[in-house]
């Protein structure tokens, strides 16, 4: 919480932006090995429509690259920070509520990195079956 007022304390959007974007990566847990594509996947998974969220956040990604590495402002700068904003507060909700238990900051990162579909974890859940058969033999 406190990272996150602090993020949204400055009179300056774009440097607010920044920072909240910067949450955005620690609340996925995305280390310097990582990629955006770690934490565009990992903050998408919260959302049932996620292509979309992917396509949002991508868009978000190119106005954070092109202010840090040319110095470029938005004019739409306000609007790009609450569409940040709300990313945030969701991931941010989730971990504070913890419905799940999660235990630690790597389990949350696992939890994250399922996949987005309710097929492929079926799937993945039966295969953990099998092995938990097959070890248990």
């Known amino acids: 919480m406190r990272k996150y007022a602090q993020a949204l304390d400055f009179r300056d959007w774009e440097s607010s ?8 990566e620690y609340l996925t847990n995305t280390n310097e090995n990582e990629s955006y ?15 979309y969220a992917k ?6 990604r190119d106005h954070r690259n092109r202010s840090v590495h040319t110095g470029a402002s938005n004019e739409n700068i306000e ?19 913890n419905r799940f238990n999660l ?14 579909n309710v097929a492929e974890l079926k799937k993945r859940n039966a295969m953990t079956s099998h092995a938990l058969k097959f070890m248990n033999n």
């Open 37 to 51: 594509k770690d934490t565009i996947k990992r903050t998408s998974f919260f959302f049932p429509e996620r292509e």
């Open 79 to 97: 609007t790009l920070l609450y569409q940040l904003k709300n990313f945030v507060e969701i991931i941010l909700e989730f971990q504070i509520v």
């Open 55 to 60: 396509q949002v956040l991508n868009h978000l």
């Open 17 to 24: 932006y920044l920072r909240t974007w910067g949450l955005l």
């Open 103 to 116: 235990s630690s900051r790597e389990e949350l990162t696992q939890f994250m990195n399922l996949p987005g």
